[in-house]
């Protein structure tokens, strides 16, 4: 593996440090990447909600993007939430120019609470613009019911049932998460450009879930960009199977922490403090 590599995340900003810019950062240094960051948003938010969003203009986005992309090689660039066609088109163009090696898309539209985030017309630029962008996409059971405009699934078959529908999409991995459905376990679902498996995982009984699908996207981002080039796809496998050993633990490890009265963060930190 690579002895230093570097990576981007595109996201929102989160004062709570749970979630977005602020826990992608950490998930990228506790993983050995050196991270950098562009703000597509900034957010008055807690452990409790949401109060106010404040989108940043797309040629700022555009102006971030480019000014770090002339200066430093990414090997990987994390996505995150994208409400709008002209973001979407910019980071395509700019990707597109300075292609890293690995584009992992969180596609998030969808709150806990199960609100929609995103418009009709972000919806649509995020599967038409960013999917076929991506190499992989993280989606949870709600935003691939969103991307597939059908409902969400209830079960394992009807989970796999969806995964041809998200690989037409254009992305060559896709890690569809079946944290939502109920059970002591929540596998997820692996295609990958020849087949398909199931990553099996049990459930932790916790509430500190705010950031949990950030910190997933972020690891396997991380965990990417170390892989050489040219890497198999046991060595890709592999490399998404850490990133969700590292997310365990880190759950597991979230009682050690008390940030806010709602929903806490996982702690990114684990394995040094």
Known sequence: MASSVNVLTIAGSDPSGGAGIQADLKTFSALGAYGTSVITALTAQNTQGVRGVYPIPADFIRAQLETLMDDVELDAVKIGMVASRDVAEVIKEVLEKHRPRWIVLDPVMVAKSGDILV????????????????DMITPNLPEAAVLLDTGSPESLDAMEAMLPGLTRLGAPYVVLKGGHLRGETCPDLLATPD???????????????????????????????????????????????????????????????????????????????
Not at 119 to 129: K, Q
Not at 198 to 219: E, V
Not at 239 to 268: C, D, Q
Request: proline share 4%; with cysteine; net charge neutral.
């Open 195 to 273: 087949s398909h498996e199931w990553l099996p995982a049990s459930r932790i009984q916790t509430d500190n879930l705010h950031g949990t699908g950030c910190a997933l996207s972020s690891a396997m981002t991380a965990c990417l960009a170390r892989l050489p080039v040219g890497a198999s796809g046991a060595e890709v496998v592999a490399a998404i199977t850490e990133a969700k050993r590292w997310l365990h633990e880190a759950l597991e490890a979230s009682g050690r922490l008390s940030v806010g009265k709602g929903r806490g963060p996982v702690h990114h930190f684990h394995a040094w403090w």
């Open 119 to 134: 418009d009709d017309a972000g919806i649509r630029a995020v599967r038409d613009i960013l999917v076929p962008l991506a």
